[in-house]
Nanobody, 118 residues
Framework: QVQLVESGGGLVQAGGSLSLSCTAS????????MGWYRQAPGKQRELVAD???????KYADYAKGRFTISRDNAKNMVFLQMNSLKPEDTAVYYC????????????WGQGTQVTVSS
């Protein structure tokens, strides 16, 4: 089993920045993808960005140029730096880890609220 714990988030004005962190613990295989998803009220959960253990990164179009994902593989951590935040970025942000050898092994954090005021 794998546990994911997020930190960061909060309330920020439009144009501001926030940083999220996620620490994974438990039975972690190093060959994995760690990333961030978000879910706004009444909407489906969507990818923000993810990153393989080898450093391949994928961003949602809305995140390109504003958000930066990074990892510390030794510490099983993933980070999301969010700049130039907009009110439409308001959502619960979830950390995710997928085992690349067994993709059904897909884990989620509890989520952290990000609220961007206009």
């Amino acid at each position: 089993q794998v546990q994911l714990v997020e930190s960061g988030g909060g309330l920020v004005q439009a144009g501001g920045s926030l940083s999220l962190s996620c620490t994974a613990s438990g039975n972690i295989i190093s060959f994995n993808i760690m990333g961030w998803y978000r879910q706004a009220p009444g909407k489906q959960r969507e990818l923000v960005a993810d990153m393989t253990n080898g450093g391949i990164i994928k961003y949602a179009d809305y995140a390109k140029g504003r958000f930066t994902i990074s990892r510390d593989n030794a510490k099983n951590m993933v980070f999301l730096q969010m700049n130039s935040l907009k009110p439409e970025d308001t959502a619960v942000y979830y950390c995710n880890l997928v085992n690349r050898l067994q993709t059904r092994l897909n884990y989620w954090g509890q989520g952290t609220q990000v609220t961007v005021s206009s």
